[in-house]
């Protein structure tokens, strides 16, 4: 088990005794977004993003790292102009491709067995993208929609609708991404086009947890625990 702490500790613990068997520890900088990125783990390894704009390949035997890659720099006077967290999930395929995120920073491709960069844009976004297919999709701290292709990330689309309302990570079910945001409204975005399709006032407590996807249903939670689930129709 691999679990990722606000101090920016990567810790794996033995399931069966919870005894911790290694642990590896990053340098934060004075200031840092709340919370804490989560790590992607595939036997034999862990991908990992810090807060100082990091991302780390783990050795699940002994921790070790196996190569370490800035992936946003910090710039700016003040610590809030130097923010550049990793605070999305690392989303990687099984070609080998690992593609991140950042805050105040860039979406970067890298080649996940030796962390070469194959492409970057200059997009900040704090949350976990979501690829289906050829696409990439990210949502930004702008809360602008932009999908990207998984190749060389040109630029597909870009959805400019939600912009302010403080949307989740995307989710994916039957053929749309899904999004909650603060005032409580799911919204259904087509993949294709990036067209708006659809939106639903869940609760106005406000949803800040991606919702959770199973083919053509989601699964919503809002802030206040109010839990309703929904069927996308064609």
Same mark, same amino acid.
């Given at each position: 088990?691999i ?7 990567? +810790?794996a613990? $033995? ?11 990053s ?6 977004l709340?919370g +804490? ?10 991908? &990992?993003?810090?807060? $100082?704009?990091?991302? &780390?390949t ?6 070790q790292?196996?190569?370490e ?8 006077r ?5 923010l ?10 099984p070609?080998?491709r ?16 030796r962390?070469?960069v194959?492409w970057s ?13 050829d696409?990439?999709f ?10 990207? +292709?998984?190749? $060389? ?5 870009r959805?400019?609708?939600?912009e ?8 994916? &079910?039957?053929?749309?991404l ?14 294709r086009?990036?067209?708006? &399709?659809?939106r ?14 199973d ?9 206040n625990g ?9």
């Open positions: 088990m679990v990722q702490s606000t101090d920016g500790r990567i +810790t613990l $033995n399931r069966a005794t919870g005894d911790p068997l290694w642990t590896y520890s340098q934060l900088p004075a200031l840092t709340r +804490t990125g989560t790590p992607q783990t595939i036997d034999p390894v862990t991908f &990992a993003g810090f807060s $100082n704009g990091r991302l &780390a783990l050795d699940n035997r002994n921790g790292p196996l190569w890659q800035q992936i946003a720099t910090p710039s700016g003040s610590d809030v102009e130097r550049v967290d990793l605070a999305g999930q690392p989303v990687i395929t070609d080998g690992l593609f991140v995120t950042s805050y105040n920073g860039e979406v970067v491709a890298l080649e996940a067995l962390g070469d194959m844009r200059s997009l900040s976004s704090r949350h976990t993208p979501v690829l289906v297919g696409l990439l990210v949502a930004t701290d702008e809360s602008h929609v932009v999908a990207l +292709t998984a190749d $060389n990330g040109q630029e597909v689309w959805n400019r609708d939600l302010g309302r403080w949307i989740t990570a995307p989710a994916f &079910a039957a053929g749309h899904v999004f909650g945001d603060y005032e409580g409204y799911l919204h259904l975005i087509d993949a086009d990036g067209e708006l &399709a659809a639903h006032e869940v609760d106005d407590a406000g949803i800040s947890v991606r919702p959770v996807t083919g053509s249903t989601i699964h919503v939670q809002a802030d109010r839990l309703e689930t929904l069927e996308v129709t064609q």
